[in-house]
């Protein structure tokens, strides 16, 4: 389904029972709503409403021109929440969809129940520009976000994951592969300029925060300081795991969202 927004279309998908608690989903750079999927038969068949949306950019809405902000995604999703009726959620980001969420819970405290952050950081990590520079040269060159599938799932899931389920591999490589190259670099810029570091101990939103033991991109380190840093926050650690635990082992996963979210319902 689309929302239209200022000129533009946001896509979301929301599914489960009309007076359903509802749970907000966000995705990853260069992902979609799609890789949520090992999460949803457990979430509907608990009788939560679970909504997923697309950034700008990304699977089914359309991008917008320039360098994007964390705070602009986070107004994105709550222009949505609001077109939707939807008043209170349980957030659950990875990835930058997890600094989403930090911006979110920071501005918009109001309108979470509960926050669920995952191989996310606090700020811009340091040497960001030496790792993320050519990265964004090569979709800039190239116009598109197929050069760099192959490194991305690399450092996406361990080597464990590829033979074990083929067809979610790929499935999600070419996910990667057709984002637009302007989605791309507006959230590129987005993660190279964000430090939430001193907003932090002022959310008091309950946040559990998740990261696989083996993620080199968003390692347990910045993971761990954000639940060290909010008032009421908790780590989780999955092992074997890289930037998608929650592809990678959905039933460890999901053995830790849904207490969570029991917990805070």
């Given at each position: 389904?689309?929302?239209?927004l200022?000129?533009?279309?946001?896509?979301?998908?929301?599914?489960?029972?009309?007076d359903?608690?509802?749970v907000?989903?966000?995705?990853?750079?260069?992902?979609?709503?799609g890789?949520?999927a090992?999460?949803?038969?457990v979430?509907?068949?608990?009788g939560y409403?679970?909504?997923?949306?697309?950034?700008r950019?990304h699977?089914g809405?359309?991008p917008?021109?320039?360098d994007?902000?964390?705070?602009q995604?986070?107004d994105?999703?709550v222009?949505?929440l609001?077109?939707?009726?939807?008043?209170?959620?349980?957030?659950?980001?990875?990835s930058?969809?997890?600094?989403?969420?930090?911006?979110f819970a920071?501005?918009?405290?109001t309108r979470?129940?509960?926050?669920?952050?995952c191989?996310?950081?606090p700020?811009?990590?340091?040497?960001?520009?030496?790792?993320?520079?050519?990265?964004l040269?090569a979709?800039r060159e190239?116009?598109?976000?197929?050069?760099l599938a192959d490194g991305?799932?690399?450092?996406?899931?361990t080597?464990?994951?590829?033979?074990?389920?083929?067809?979610?591999?790929?499935?999600?490589?070419e996910?990667?592969?057709?984002?637009?190259?302007?989605?791309?670099?507006?959230?590129?810029?987005?993660i190279l300029?964000?430090?939430?570091?001193?907003?932090?101990?002022a959310?008091e939103?309950?946040?559990?925060?998740?990261c696989?033991?083996q993620?080199?991109?968003?390692?347990?380190?910045g993971?761990?300081?954000?639940?060290?840093?909010?008032?009421?926050?908790?780590?989780?650690?999955i092992?074997s795991?890289?930037?998608?635990?929650?592809?990678?082992h959905?039933?460890?996963?999901n053995?830790i969202?849904?207490?969570?979210?029991a917990q805070?319902?």
């Amino acid at each position: 389904m689309l929302i239209n927004l200022d000129g533009r279309k946001i896509y979301y998908d929301l599914t489960g029972p009309d007076d359903g608690p509802v749970v907000c989903l966000t995705h990853s750079l260069s992902s979609d709503g799609g890789m949520w999927a090992e999460q949803m038969p457990v979430l509907i068949g608990a009788g939560y409403r679970v909504l997923r949306l697309d950034m700008r950019g990304h699977g089914g809405s359309e991008p917008v021109a320039g360098d994007y902000t964390m705070a602009q995604l986070a107004d994105d999703v709550v222009a949505a929440l609001d077109a939707l009726g939807i008043g209170k959620v349980h957030y659950i980001g990875l990835s930058i969809g997890g600094m989403i969420g930090q911006a979110f819970a920071i501005k918009y405290p109001t309108r979470l129940i509960s926050a669920m952050l995952c191989d996310t950081l606090p700020a811009t990590p340091e040497g960001g520009e030496a790792a993320w520079g050519p990265r964004l040269k090569a979709v800039r060159e190239a116009n598109s976000v197929a050069p760099l599938a192959d490194g991305t799932m690399e450092r996406w899931f361990t080597d464990a994951f590829k033979p074990r389920n083929p067809g979610r591999w790929k499935q999600i490589r070419e996910t990667i592969a057709g984002t637009s190259a302007a989605g791309y670099l507006g959230c590129g810029a987005a993660i190279l300029n964000f430090d939430f570091r001193g907003q932090l101990p002022a959310v008091e939103t309950p946040v559990l925060v998740v990261c696989g033991d083996q993620d080199e991109g968003t390692p347990p380190a910045g993971n761990k300081l954000i639940a060290e840093m909010v008032k009421n926050g908790r780590y989780e650690e999955i092992k074997s795991a890289r930037h998608f635990p929650n592809v990678e082992h959905p039933e460890i996963f999901n053995s830790i969202m849904m207490p969570w979210l029991a917990q805070n319902r």
